[in-house]
């Protein structure tokens, strides 16, 4: 990523917690200075405080190239107003915060800021994350590739072609870890019930899911040609996926419920 811009102008990331620590981990590993970086965040970690040139509570620069907004959502109303003086100008407000809309940011910040809302996923603390994007009419090209070379720090980046749209993603890849986290503990507490011991279940779960997820992603077959490769007719793997694939009471239906839940929540939150 080109870091010129910013590092003449300045970042200011607004919250440091897991998400942002993340991100400015990655920014610096791709030879971001950090004196070129400005966080505010009332609880700064001791990896926060030993970066050596960083701008930590400190004023802001007068034009920065972009502002990272990363608190939490109940701290918005607080922590947004200190920065409304950056609206209206030239500064991109890009935010990671969870069911805040680009209105309720012009509103604030002014109708003529660019504004671009993102929404990345927990992997991104090792890389693998996944964030998908959409911006407003005042966010140019060049600001969504500002946006996408940022966030390219922790993983892979997708834009959305609709606002609409982000309640789903929040549903899918934003909650998507922890459902795979629970298919983990599910898969161990089957093996543990099947007869094996609880540790060796689980040693085998968290590989099988952490294998079969880097062999989908690196394959040219599409998931259910993977699936169809290791499932013999009539063999094991057959009779467990009948139970799986069951159109009433497996996968499927379990998994359309619990995306649609967690679309409807994240519509009920951000209204």
Partial sequence: MDMTEISQRGLVLLGCGKMGSAML????????????????????????????????????????????IAVKPQMMAGALPKLQPLGNGTTLFLSVAAGISMAAYAD??????????AMPNTPAAVGKGITALIGNARSSEKNMLLAEGLLSAVGQTVRLTSETQMDAVTALSGGGPAYVFHLIEALAAAGEAAGLPAD????????????????????????????????????????????????????????RRAIAAAAARSKELGS
């Fill in 200 to 255: 060796l279940s689980m040693q085998l779960s968290l590989a099988t899911v952490a294998g079969a997820g880097a062999l989908a992603e690196g394959a040219e077959e599409n998931p259910a040609q993977l699936r169809i490769n290791v499932t013999s007719p009539g063999g094991t793997t057959a009779e467990a996926l009948n139970v799986l694939m069951d159109e009433e009471t497996g996968f499927p239906p379990l998994l």
């Fill in 25 to 68: 981990q990655g920014w610096l590993a791709q030879g971001l200075a950090a004196s070129s970086v400005w966080v505010l965040d009332p609880y700064p970690s001791d990896w926060l405080n030993s970066l050596d040139g960083l701008h930590l509570n400190t004023d802001l620069p007068d034009d920065p190239a972009i502002v990272l």
């Fill in 108 to 117: 604030v910040l002014g109708e003529e800021t660019p504004i671009i809302r």
